[in-house]
Each structure stands twice: as structure tokens, then as C-alpha cells.
């Protein structure tokens, strides 16, 4: 579910479960964010968009429907592309977005934080990128993310999938404030913002990001056609039965 409040200068988009799952990336939320970000481009006087993860800032993508994806090429279109389409709204919209992020931020929801202009963290978030573990990659973190955290950076949470914790995230770059008071930075990050152009900020993020879209368009047509393998079906199979995959070396053996 996604719910909108205005307020003077900026709107809050909050976002949140209904049965309480992690896992918020699916066809019906993809849809509902994209026409949101849509309606509020529209909007020329509140210069900046707050996102919030009600109870969590999410685990990215529903596993259901990632299975589906695997043996149905027309959904797995349908799926990715409307994924994509959301991290293209956030580089497009004429808002500066702050994020502020609680609990965890996995997989598609940690990709978000990337196309953020600022991300607020409590304390005791963790973030990780475990896709991997799914026989499938982090489209966004693969093909931007070392211009944003760098290279090695990139590929210790893509390689092996470790969790961070807030201030592991600060120190890459990932994140801009760790805190136990999210509202108080909030508000405080919004008068500094206020001091400045919004619209030389606007203008240099544009030309700042204007190569990430050719980036990521290529990374999610490498993920539908991975989305499609044996290997990836297998792997969400056996994270979903808590399972090991099939070809799950085993070193101990000589």
C-alpha cells in the first residue's frame, strides 16, 4: 500500500504492507508507485519528495512472482519493466528525494536509496543486496552503484551478499545520516536544502545522472533474459523451501 500527504514544501510517500511482508516489489505495488511518482511530477511547488518505509523500507522483490517470472517471459517483461520504470521516475522527478530508512532495505528497495538525493538511517538498519543467492543480479547496484559507493563496494554486497549495518552504510557513501531520531534530521536536512536553488540543485543532479539511465536499461535486459534460466528458478526454489540448490558445491570433499 502507498498513501501521499502533502504538507507545504514537500509530499511524503509512505509505503507499507498490509499482511506485514518485506518482500514489497510486486506487480500491484510497482504500479501503484509508478502512477504516484507520475501524479506528483506534475506538481511544481513542493520541491521535494520524502519516502518512508512505514514499518521497513522493504526486501525488495516478491519471491511468488519472481518464480513466476522465471518460466513466464511475457510476465518477467511486465515485472522488470515496471521496476524499471520506477528508478527512471526517481532520476526524472523535479523533486529532491530524501529517503529515510528503518529496519532493513534489501535487494530493489536498498536500489532505491541509490537514485536518493539524500538517505536517512536509524540506527539499527541493515542493508544488503542478496539477489545472487537467487540466481539473479541487483540491476541498479550492478550498473550505477560504483559511481556511487564504488567499485569494491559494489561487489562485496553483489559477490557475497553481505548485510550491512547503518554505519557500514554511511561509510560507503550509501547512506548520508545514521540516527535514532529520523524526523529531527528530516527537518533539519529540508532548512539546509531550503537555503540553496533548488533549482541549480535540480539541474546539476540531471547532468550528474544523465549516463545512469543507458546503464540500467541494459542491466534489467540482462536480467529478463537471466530471470529465464534454469539456474534462477532452481535458486528461488530452494530459497523458498529453505534448500540448497542442486549445484551447491561442496568443498569439504577431496
Known sequence: MIEVEEY???????????????NLFNI?????FIDVLHNLS???????????????????????????????????????????????????????????????????SLEILLLSDYVIAETNTRFAAPAV???????VLSSIGSFIIGYNNVKRLVYRGDILDAEEAKSIGLVNVVTNDIE??????????SKMSISAILLAKRN?????????????????????TDEAREEILSYI????PPWLIDFSKS
Open 208 to 228: 550528474m545522472i544523465r549516463p545512469f539511465r543507458q546503464y540500467i536499461d541494459k542491466a534489467f535486459e540482462d536480467l529478463i533474459l537471466q530471470v529465464a
Open 184 to 193: 529531527k534530521e528530516t527537518e533539519e536536512i529540508l532548512k539546509e536544502y
Open 28 to 32: 500491484n505495488f510497482m504500479t501503484q
Open 42 to 108: 506534475y506538481d511544481k511547488t513542493r520541491k521535494f519528495l520524502i519516502l518512508r518505509g512505514e514499518d521497513n523500507f522493504g526486501a525488495g522483490a516478491d519471491l511468488k512472482e519472481l518464480l513466476r517470472a522465471t518460466t513466464n517471459n511475457e510476465f518477467a517483461s511486465t515485472f522488470f519493466n515496471y521496476m524499471r520504470e520506477i528508478y527512471h521516475l526517481l532520476m526524472d522527478i523535479n523533486k529532491i528525494v530524501i529517503s529515510q530508512v528503518k529496519k532493513i532495505a534489501y535487494g530493489a
Open 241 to 244: 523451501n529453505k534448500t540448497d
Open 8 to 22: 507545504n514544501s514537500y509530499y511524503l510517500l509512505k509505503f507499507y504492507s498490509k499482511d506485514q511482508k518485506y
Open 133 to 139: 543467492r537467487l540466481g539473479l543480479f541487483p540491476p
